[in-house]
């Protein structure tokens, strides 16, 4: 792969590890969510959803998309009903996130479906592979501020996580997990 001498050698290996396809997706997608991703609530819930109607992989009703909200990969993602997220949360869809009914996701909130690999020692991590690892979000589930979601896990139906949380492992159904990394402290059943 190569150690980039300058940052145009670092930009030139990155765009060779996308397909054409890929990246002409990736631009459209960019460029069409940057232009909406800032209008105020009211006047920009419709125009996002509209956006997110086409680019998502599927997304069944209405939602509530706050401003500054940021997708990537957007059609490896899939979203139910009543699907509410807040401001400045980033969603990384490479490895695909799927999206339950009736989730509230609150601001500043990272989910993120892919893992660089560090493996090789003489190989920036920047320019090793992305792993992707599916997340899923069950229905019901309440994401707190500030919460982090690595890649592979799955939030179970009704699962709660308190803000400022970090996700490395699954959850149970109906569970509220606090911390970092999260961990169960009670059960809302």
């Known amino acids: 792969m190569g150690t980039p001498k300058n940052s145009l050698d670092y ?96 601001p500043n909130v990272v989910i993120s479906s892919g893992m660089h690999q560090y493996s090789d020692l003489e190989t920036p991590v920047t320019l090793q592979k992305i792993t992707p690892k599916k997340i899923i979000i069950e229905d019901g589930v309440w994401i707190g501020a500030n919460v982090v979601i690595m890649p592979g896990i799955r939030l179970s139906k009704g699962t709660v996580v308190g803000a400022g949380s970090v996700v490395t492992k699954s959850t149970e159904a109906y569970s509220v997990v606090v911390g970092i990394p999260a961990k169960k402290i009670k059960s809302r059943l």
């Open 11 to 106: 930009l030139l290996i990155k765009i060779k590890s996308y397909s054409l396809l890929e990246l002409i997706r990736l631009e459209f997608e960019a460029y069409l969510t940057w232009v909406f991703r800032s209008f105020p609530s009211f006047s920009g819930y419709i125009p996002r959803f509209l956006i997110y109607k086409i680019l998502f992989k599927k997304l069944d009703s209405f939602c509530f998309i706050q401003p500054n909200v940021y997708f990537s990969y957007c059609h490896k993602i899939s979203c139910g009903k009543n699907f509410v997220v807040n401001s400045n949360s980033y969603f990384h869809g490479i490895g695909g996130i799927e999206i339950g009914d009736s989730v509230l996701i609150g």
